[in-house]
């Protein structure tokens, strides 16, 4: 596109040049009223000023240099050339598909023809079969092959119907139900934004209760619970919320881990000793909290304590 660009400014600007020449060259066959003096060109019937119209040479006739003016040239011989060579070939594919829409159509007038002939034919020899019966039987016979069909087909579009809208209706529900599953995520994602930003205890578990109305026996909420519960120094409450968890989610690291907690809290070391290997085990990063927690003071001394979480100076540091 740029070549052509350049080729096209090159042409407007040869044309140019030749335009000129032109029109100093047609004015030399003005009127007869023109005469020549000395080589100067004077109108008897006007004042206009003498032009000179002698012959110009080449370097009158363009600005531009010999070689530019020959590549000019030589490019709007090309430009020609390519012209006419995108004519010819417009000209065949034109041809071309003309062609084959007149063949299509011929196929096709052909085809319709010999369709219509079977037709006939088939029709021909229906009738010489049935020629014993009247018209007026095979009429009759036709309606009522027409209204069993019909009747058919009634009966297969009506299933159809019926199907489509048992899917439809089952698809509404489903669409339903994720959309109250959707409502419900978004409200208990919510609950537990705000129990976050809350640091009373009991309010923590009034929050924590509106979600297991939600979503009744989460084990995540319920290790946070008992959490809540440890804070507020109610052990024995928070130690049985850790049995119910594990009851139900026997791997959960965080329920062992409060359990250990109110374990610990209560005097029963040994439990809170191997809640806490157990908490370890199934969770790595429980060995960092383990080391600040309060209510693992009684444990800090033990040795089974130091072997369980391994020297604190190992652990990475909290994030």
Known sequence: MQKLSALMAAVVVALGFVLSGDVANAQTTGSSDQTTVNGQVTDSTTDVPSIDYRPLSAEERSNMPPLMERYVLDELKNLRTE???????????????????????????????????????????????????SLRELKSSVRNLANTELQRLSQEFEGRLTSLENELLLKSKLINEHQHEIERTQTIHA??????????PRAKIETYDKIL??????????????????????????????????????????????????????????????????????????????????????????????QILGKKEDLPPAE
Do not use: H
């Open 83 to 133: 012209m006419q060579g995108m004519r010819a070939e417009l000209l065949r594919e034109v041809v071309n598909r003309q062609l084959e829409a007149i063949d299509k159509a011929i196929s096709y007038s052909s085809n319709t023809v010999t369709y219509f002939f079977y037709f006939v034919a088939a029709v021909g020899a229906l009738l010489t079969m049935l020629g014993w019966q």
């Open 191 to 200: 609950l537990w934004l705000q129990a976050n930003q809350l640091s009373n």
């Open 213 to 306: 109305e939600l979503a009744p026996g989460d084990p995540e909420v319920m290790a946070y619970k008992a959490d809540a519960a440890l804070q507020l120094g109610d052990r024995d409450w928070a130690l049985s919320l850790c049995n119910r968890l594990l009851a139900e989610a026997p791997e959960n690291a965080n329920g062992y881990y409060q359990r250990a907690c109110a374990n610990a809290g209560l005097g029963f070391k040994e439990a809170a000793l191997a809640d806490l290997q157990r908490a370890v085990e199934l969770s790595d990063t429980m060995r960092q909290p383990a080391w600040i927690e309060e209510e693992f003071e009684p444990l800090r001394d033990m040795p089974e304590f130091t």
